[in-house]
Nanobody
Framework: QVQLQESGPGLVKPSQTLSLTCTVS??????????WTWIRQPPGKGLEWMGA???????YYSPWLKSRTSISRDTSKNQFTLQLSSVTPEDTAVYYC????????????WGQGTQVTVSS
């Protein structure tokens, strides 16, 4: 069974780059058909799909965040990462990594989430 764990700083200053890592256990991130996804939930708001990287390394981004978002992977560590540049307090949220094999945007396994606050 696949398990995911987010890690990264809980506090980021405005204008800096937010970097989070998702460590995967239970299967390889290169196994066919997986989409490895980042999703966030700002306080009092709904879930927002940010982007994904698939099993072959192809990336997909939300058009609203594409200019500030980069998703990459380290297959030797079985990890994938999120970088969000030029953050503002509006980027404060719980950030989740998630995965599934039925298609882009169809995640059935989630990490526990990590709170990131953007504040000076």
């Amino acid at each position: 069974q696949v398990q995911l764990q987010e890690s990264g700083p809980g506090l980021v200053k405005p204008s800096q780059t937010l970097s989070l890592t998702c460590t995967v256990s239970g299967d390889s991130i290169t196994t066919n058909y997986y989409y490895w996804t980042w999703i966030r939930q700002p306080p009092g708001k709904g879930l927002e799909w940010m982007g994904a990287i698939n099993y072959s390394g192809i990336t997909y981004y939300s058009p609203w965040l594409k200019s500030r978002t980069s998703i990459s992977r380290d297959t030797s560590k079985n990890q994938f990462t999120l970088q969000l540049s030029s953050v503002t307090p509006e980027d404060t949220a719980v950030y989740y990594c998630a995965t599934g094999r039925t298609g882009l945007g169809q995640s059935d396994t989630w990490g526990q989430g990590t709170q990131v606050t953007v504040s000076s």
